[in-house]
């Protein structure tokens, strides 16, 4: 197969394969969201027994105006530092990735870029998929949703980096 096909089947791999993330730790295992794997919704499992979390579990990825200004509403009432703390309190020092996309194929690394901050050394296992998003707004909420999804998990990570307690073998940097 020439290069230029296994890019297309990889491309291809990836915008079909089912979006779906699992934690892997034992703490983190037994609380992950319902909505995680549905498409297009993340794990807000961070967020710990917050009350918002079943909004946004119930309101993630429809593409339903209504739908959306309600997650946006549950959003809204959310403090990204005082999760972070919260969360850095509990022992949970996953981080809050935005991907697009699906998970790569089999035999493909995952490289992480995180909101907020960089990391060396960061593993699938470190994060928790946060939000699936995308460059591709088809109405202002969708818009104002993607962006607001971004901003959290930015605020987010440079609170949780600058936790004590957070790993320091990961090597990242807030800011």
Not at 92 to 112: E, I, S, T, Y
Not at 141 to 150: D, E
């Amino acid at each position: 197969m020439n290069k230029c096909l296994r890019i297309q089947y990889i491309c291809l791999v990836l915008a079909m394969a089912p979006i779906v993330s699992h934690a892997t730790d034992a703490a983190a295992a037994e609380t992950v969201s319902p909505g995680a794997g549905r498409p297009n919704c993340g794990d807000y499992s961070i967020l710990g027994p917050h009350p918002v979390r079943p909004l946004l579990e119930k309101h993630c990825g429809t593409i339903d105006e209504a739908d959306q200004k309600a997650f946006l509403s549950a959003l809204a009432r959310l403090d990204p530092v005082a999760q972070a703390r919260a969360a850095a309190q509990r022992g949970d020092f996953r981080l809050a990735a935005v991907v697009g996309g699906g998970p790569p194929p089999p035999g493909l690394k995952r490289f992480w870029s995180v909101q907020g901050g960089q990391c060396e050394a960061i593993e699938d296992r470190d994060v928790a998929i946060w939000f699936h998003g995308t460059d591709a707004f088809y109405s202002a909420t969708h818009s104002q949703l993607n962006h607001g999804m971004v901003d959290f998990a930015e605020q987010y990570n440079t609170t949780l980096m600058r936790e004590p307690g957070f790993p320091a073998a990961r090597g990242c940097h807030a800011g």
